[in-house]
């Protein structure tokens, strides 16, 4: 009777060493594909920006965007009041999806050209730096390469060019009107 009983102890002891080991086995595993994580951050080819510092609140680009936008939406406002006096509550929903419609497909028409000039200095930083993938960077937890200054840097090199010509002639237009 005690020489099972010990047979029975020797076997659950060898089955718990048996499956310890496959335990750890697979967690050595695992461990080994991931990798060093500190390593893989700095050689990776994905890099990160930070939008909100590209593109900032008061940047003229958007604050034009934004009065243009916001004067579309006056205008269509205007329109509705004028077009929905005699019609009825169907009609009136009808026409307000229409110009909902309308107002998105320019407010895209307007930030488009924000938002390639953003893709345009990001393209050209990811291709100088020989990155693959370029990451809003509140979508990225850890890793990445921050390429934010780099495209800020562009994307000012390439404002001033626009800004002066605009000053520039709104000054000359300026002088010929007060001549």
């Keep these: 009777m005690m020489s099972e009983m010990g047979k029975k102890k020797n076997v659950k002891i060898f089955s718990a060493v048996i499956a310890a080991i496959f335990v750890l086995s697979v967690a050595g595993v695992a461990v080994m594909q991931m990798g060093n994580p500190v390593n893989a951050a700095p050689s990776s080819n994905i890099g990160v920006v930070d939008m909100s510092k590209v593109i900032p609140p008061d940047n003229q680009a958007i604050t034009d965007a934004q009065k243009e936008m916001q004067q579309a939406s006056q205008d269509a406002q205007k329109q509705f009041e004028e077009q929905s006096a005699n019609m009825t509550d169907e009609q009136k929903q009808q026409l307000f999806s229409q110009m909902q419609d309308e107002l998105a497909k320019k407010q895209e028409t307007i930030y488009k050209g924000v938002k390639d000039k ?62």
């Design 118 to 179: 953003v893709d345009d200095a990001v393209g050209s930083v990811a291709s100088t730096k020989g990155l693959s993938i370029v990451i809003d960077k509140r979508a990225v937890l850890y890793g990445g390469q921050d390429i934010t200054e780099q495209v800020s840097k562009k994307l000012s090199e390439s404002q001033p060019a626009a800004s002066g010509s605009s000053s520039s002639s709104s000054q000359s237009s300026d002088s010929t009107q007060s001549k």
